[in-house]
């Protein structure tokens, strides 16, 4: 089993940063692959980036430039950082581990890009 709690997220204005984090516990060796994920209202949800436990990175297209995935040393932690938030970016996002062949998710936490 393995848990995930977001932080972060919040009211930024247009053109804005910030910085998303997901903390990993539980069986957190056996965690491969992170990712972030959105999803806007009435929207289905789509992979943001992801980034594999040797450092590989893959982003959305509409992201790409904008948006960096990191993990920690630990690779238990991993970081979104967004810069030039557009008002299209706002949605909830979901962190995401696989981890034994098994799917985990966040509970999510809301980014809002507003004048």
């Known amino acids: 089993q393995v848990q995930l709690v977001e932080s972060g997220g919040g009211l930024v204005q247009p053109g804005g940063s910030l910085r998303l984090s997901c903390a990993a516990s539980?069986?957190?060796?056996?965690?491969?692959?992170m990712a972030w994920y959105r999803q806007a209202p009435g929207k289905q949800r789509e992979l943001v980036a992801s980034i594999t436990r040797g450092g590989w990175t893959n982003y959305a297209d509409s992201v790409r430039g904008r948006f960096s995935i990191s993990r920690d040393n630990t690779k238990t932690t991993a970081y979104l950082q967004m810069n030039s938030l557009k008002p299209e970016d706002t949605a909830v996002y979901y962190c995401n581990a696989e981890s034994g062949g098994l799917d985990y998710w966040g509970q999510g936490t809301q980014v809002t890009v507003s004048p």
């Open positions: 539980g069986s957190i060796f056996s965690i491969r692959n």
